[in-house]
């Protein structure tokens, strides 16, 4: 059995220094990335405990579909198609506190509501004729 060829190698020996000039020019741009992003600082965020952000969608209460607004805490998809149905009956809601009068709709159901509603504009008045 014959050794094995120890002259061949897998990069030619002219490209070596090119390429460990650029591993290491790569190396130094991570490096240097590290210390901008506050690495060294702490102040990376860890992939497995990000901070929790403020994700609360909120609903404009006379434009919401049924879908919408089931998803509202406290609501279902029963009540959130009494709020459909109210609103079709009655029209728009004037305020945030009319929502009282749709059935299964109580202060602490309110409350809860609350922050995920948006404020109800007041209708602009229209500009009268001459």
């Not at 020996?13 to 000039?21: D, E, G, K, N």
């Amino acid at each position: 059995m014959e050794p094995p060829d120890t002259t061949s190698t897998l990069l030619p020996p002219r490209s070596q220094p090119l390429i460990a000039f650029i591993v290491a020019g790569c190396l130094g741009v991570g490096a240097a990335w590290f210390v901008a992003a506050g690495g060294l600082a702490g102040r990376l965020v860890h992939h497995d405990a990000a901070p929790v952000g403020d994700n609360r969608f909120t609903v404009n209460i006379n434009t919401a579909g049924e879908t919408e607004l089931a998803q509202l805490p406290g609501l279902g998809a029963t009540t959130a198609r009494r709020i459909v149905d109210h609103r079709t009956e009655h029209g728009p809601f004037a305020s945030l506190e009319s929502l009282l009068d749709v059935p299964g709709i109580g202060p602490a159901t309110l409350d809860a509501m609350r922050p995920h509603l948006r404020p109800i504009r007041k209708a602009k008045p229209a500009p009268q004729q001459p």
